[in-house]
């Protein structure tokens, strides 16, 4: 079983950066593919990027594209999400998820979210 804990969220103007991160524990997670979600007030949960086991391929939403950097170290078990130019429209609760398949539609595992805001 993999136990998934995000952090680094937190409060920031607008135009400023935040990383998280997502620090996996009980079984390593190399092998399988991560990525991050985010959820705002009274919306549905939504892809923001993805990234396979190697670090070789990732995806972007089109909304944090140029903005957002998805990267993982393996040796610490751990992924991160680097967010610059930080928008109001960035706030959400951000996830983190492991899939072997890339099935993002119902990864294998979840975190509990980490909450970011973003003042104007």
């Known amino acids: 079983q993999v136990q998934l804990v995000e952090s680094g969220g937190g409060l920031v103007q607008a135009g400023g950066s935040l990383r998280l991160s997502c620090a996996a524990s009980g079984r390593t997670v190399s092998s399988y593919a991560m990525a991050w979600f985010r959820q705002a007030p009274g919306k549905e949960r939504e892809f923001v990027a993805s990234?396979?086991?190697?670090?070789?391929?990732?995806y972007y939403a089109y909304s944090v594209k140029g903005r957002f950097t998805i990267s993982r170290d393996n040796a610490k078990n751990t992924a991160y999400l680097q967010m610059s130019s930080l928008r109001p429209e960035d706030t959400a609760v951000y996830y983190c998820?492991?899939?072997?398949?890339?099935?993002?539609?119902?990864?294998?595992?979840w975190g509990q979210g980490t909450q970011v805001t973003v003042s104007s």
């Open positions: 990234i396979n086991w190697s670090g070789s391929f990732r």
């Open positions: 998820a492991a899939d072997q398949q890339r099935e993002w539609n119902r990864p294998n595992y």
